[in-house]
């Protein structure tokens, strides 16, 4: 019997003739070529079909079947024998021909549509969730981006941004008489009694000195004690009348 890639079409041959480059037979005893099928392909005469590789295609009605075609920008194909390529899904892009699998878009840019062959940025104040995202959206509670295409950043110490903010292509800095020791946060803390905030965008309060007090939180200033009073200590929030053996006779002072 002749074999595959090999055929003799006449009775009584004494020699199987070998089938052109894009065709083969479909049996070992064959006795007539064919054109290869979907997914496959022969570039040399007289040899069976072989699979398209992996990153190529071959449709059935295809013509020229001594080779393959690259798969698109956009597409791609991992599995061998294919007859046609798969798009790209969204969140994912193809930059060249021939690929086996898209590339994910970085975080702070997306692709929407599927057989991207480009990821875009996420305008500032924007970000996706993960790598390989579809969407953009709004940076959360505690953060910020001020460029488009990057991922979000923590507010700053002494900054702070609430999630249901719509600017966020910056953090607020903290009231006078609040703080935030730590980077991306929603809200700021209010100074302990004892403590004052005289700026904005503070990291820590400021202790009231001795002589003064603030007896309630998120204060701005210390107040002065009466004469005759005083703090234990410097962050006090109460006055206390000055011990045995001392005196005070100016208001504010130890």
């Known amino acids: ?19 052109k480059a ?15 099928g979907a997914g496959k392909y022969s570039n040399v005469k007289g040899e069976d079909c072989k699979d398209c590789m992996k990153g190529q295609y ?10 393959c075609k690259a798969c698109g920008k956009g597409f791609y194909q991992k599995t061998l024998g294919q007859a046609s390529c798969l798009p790209c899904l969204p969140g994912e892009f193809g930059n060249e021909t021939g690929m086996q699998s898209c590339h994910k878009c970085d975080i702070g840019k997306v692709s929407k549509e599927p057989n991207a062959t480009i990821c875009l940025d996420c305008k500032a104040g924007q970000s996706s969730d993960t790598k390989g995202s579809a969407k953009c959206t709004l940076c959360g509670a505690g953060k910020y981006s001020d460029v488009k295409g990057e991922d979000c950043k923590d507010c700053q110490q002494g900054r702070y941004r609430v999630g249901d903010d719509v600017e966020a ?9 609040f703080y935030q020791i730590t980077a991306g946060q929603a809200s700021c803390l209010p100074c302990l009694p004892g403590e004052f905030g005289n700026e ?17 939180p998120n204060a701005t200033v210390c107040v002065d004690c009466m004469a005759g009073q005083s703090s234990d200590t410097k962050g006090s929030a109460k006055c206390t009348l000055c011990g045995a053996g001392k005196y005070s006779d100016v208001k504010g002072e130890e």
């Open 1 to 19: 019997k002749c074999d595959i890639g090999k055929v003799s079409e006449e009775p009584n041959s004494t020699v199987c003739l070998d089938c």
């Open 22 to 36: 894009g065709q083969s037979s479909d049996t070992k005893g064959s006795a007539k070529c064919t054109l290869c």
């Open 200 to 216: 904005t965008g503070m990291r820590s309060c400021h202790k009231c000195d001795v002589g003064k007090v603030s007896e309630k």
């Open 169 to 177: 292509t910056s953090c607020r800095p903290c009231a006078k008489g």
């Open 58 to 67: 071959r449709v059935g009605d295809d013509p020229d079947a001594t080779s």
